[in-house]
């Protein structure tokens, strides 16, 4: 709160030097409208591109967990199948290839999966959350303080100027979140790919 105050009391400083001689125009006031609008509306959608069930990571995170569970069950099967025959028709290639196969899958799910996957995606995807929380606690401050910045008669220029830069962060943000996550999916298709082999 101390820190709003200070950057309030600085822009105010700042810009004392670009109080208007004339009033606020109506076109400036509805340009600031439509850029705070689509500040906000750029806010809900980078909520939504980092949100793993509306984005689908937790789709693609489930189609993992299933083609292991499923993987592990049929290996199990085949596995009991053979170790419960009798000396010669027990078939040790068999049992050792399924051996193998146990192992590869499980490797993938605890070493890349579990080990790799999902800690990297969660660190870029929080980074990316706090970018945007950072965002929409300046859009907050500025939104709030844009009523009494136009009140006051000061030019809305640099009020304008930080709109527009949020604006363009915001664009970065969903536009990396975006390929996060469907760089992720591909990823995780890939790993149910290969448990399934």
Do not use: C, H
């Not at 009033?23 to 609008?37: C, F, K, S, Y």
């Not at 970018?131 to 401050?141: C, D, H, I, R, T």
């Not at 949020?166 to 664009?171: A, G, P, Y």
């Amino acid at each position: 709160m101390f820190r709003t105050l200070i950057l309030a009391i600085t822009l105010l400083t700042l810009t004392s030097r670009l109080i208007a001689e004339t009033p606020v125009t109506d076109a400036q006031i509805e340009q600031l409208g439509a850029l705070r609008m689509r500040v906000s509306n750029k806010l809900n959608n980078l909520a939504k591109a980092t949100d793993n069930t509306a984005n689908g990571v937790n789709a693609a995170n489930d189609s993992v967990a299933a083609a292991y569970t499923q993987t592990r069950t049929e290996i199990g099967k085949r596995q009991q199948t053979e170790n419960s025959k009798a000396g010669d028709a027990r078939d040790q290639l068999t049992i050792d290839a399924l051996n193998v196969r146990s192992e590869r899958v499980e490797s993938i799910w605890n070493n890349d999966y579990s080990r790799k996957d999902i800690p990297a995606f969660n660190s870029k995807l929080t980074e990316i959350n706090n970018f945007a929380n950072n965002l929409a606690q300046v859009y907050q401050n500025v939104a709030g303080a844009d009523q009494y910045w136009l009140r006051t008669g000061i030019d809305p220029t640099v009020l304008t100027a930080v709109f527009v830069a949020l604006d363009k962060r915001l664009d970065q943000l969903i536009a990396d979140a975006k390929t996060l996550a469907a760089d992720y999916k591909t990823l995780l298709d890939e790993r149910a790919r290969k448990i399934k082999e």
